[in-house]
């Protein structure tokens, strides 16, 4: 949704600060994903390598370095995830 903001073709002008906001909007949701992780208890184990998320996870950012489009970059994501929680579950 927000990107949907972001796109010129869409006629919705939102005002200088509203799009200021919008900018911080995918790092907040990077550190509320990462703080459990970083400040909660997790144990990691050999099992783990085979974690969806962790595989769906590292999938993305080596496609995101790749393909600079946002939206095929998360629909790639998805398809990678739910076909290794398919494989592995």
Known sequence: MR????????????NESIERFLRFTAPCILVSMAAPIVFGGVKW?????????????????????????TLFVVFLSMIIFSSVKYIFI
């Open 3 to 14: 990107y949907a903001f972001f796109i010129k073709n869409i006629p919705i002008k939102l």
């Open 45 to 69: 184990g050999v099992s783990d390598l085979t974690n969806p998320f962790l595989i769906a996870g590292m999938s993305t950012i080596l496609i995101s370095l790749m393909i600079k489009n």
